[in-house]
């Protein structure tokens, strides 16, 4: 079993257009989850470290796309698969999560 550092989820939830709530899904999730896929596959030391899932909603939804980071529950907002690779660099590799890409206040 690997000793998971970091378990990531990506909401993946999406909702018709015009929904109240709106979603993740209409705000490029799709390319987040998959930008972190294919990072992950391609690092030797992430692939033992950090565990990726796709979610259902995680709740705050005008902010999607939303991603969780676990243990440490920090909460990033509006990606796009641009900034996966920061995030990777600074968050995983560095420990530092990437402060302009935050969700403060869920
Ligand atoms: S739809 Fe993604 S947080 Fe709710």
Redesign the pocket.
Known sequence: MPAWKHHVFV?????PPGHP?????ERG?AQVAAAFSAALDVDDELMETVKLQT???????R????VVVYPEGVWYRGLTAADVPEIIREHFHNGRPVKRLLLEDV
Do not use: F, I, Q, Y
Not at 55 to 61: K, R, V
């Open positions: 909401c993946t939830n999406t909702r709530k709106g979603s993740c899904g999730c979610s259902n909603c995680l709740g705050p939804c902010a999607g796309p939303t």
